[in-house]
């Protein structure tokens, strides 16, 4: 069966089938995690590094206390870590294969977009 790359196989280890319980909640976890459109802003604004969140509140443009909720459901997933740096904390992505999964959805609906948009401009072009 075709499709992506398995990730484990390439450091030497398979991904087993069927997928043990355990695992199979984590994954569910960490997409559930994903699944709110401020914690993909959060994990978007630290692919450029670390930053704390009264840093992610500035550029995000909401309240400390939404940052630390939606921070704190990002670590509990394993997505996102924090470390001390003098008084501040840093907050930095913790599983960088997040940001290769965010790049192939990304990379995917670029592609259906533009192809919805040639289909509407071929339409409008017959009438």
């Known amino acids: 069966m075709g499709g992506a790359p398995d990730p484990l196989r390439s450091m030497g280890m398979q991904t087993p089938s069927p997928l043990p319980e355990p695992l ?3 994954i569910a976890q960490r997409f559930r995690a994903m699944g709110e459109p401020m914690r993909i802003r959060i994990l978007d ?3 450029d590094g670390p930053a704390t969140a009264q840093e992610l509140t500035s550029r995000l443009g909401t309240s400390p206390q939404n940052i630390s909720k939606h921070l704190g459901v990002l670590r509990a997933a394993g ?4 470390e001390r740096d003098g008084a501040a904390v840093l907050h930095e992505i913790a599983d960088p294969t997040v940001l290769s999964l965010c790049e192939q959805v990304c ?3 670029t592609r259906e977009v533009r192809e919805l948009g ?5 339409e409008n072009a017959m009438n």
Request: hydrophobic letters at 45%; glycine letters at 6%.
């Open 24 to 26: 199979v909640e984590r």
């Open 45 to 47: 604004s630290l692919r």
């Open 79 to 82: 997505l996102v870590r924090r």
């Open 107 to 109: 990379g995917e609906l």
């Open 118 to 122: 040639r289909m509407l401009e071929a």
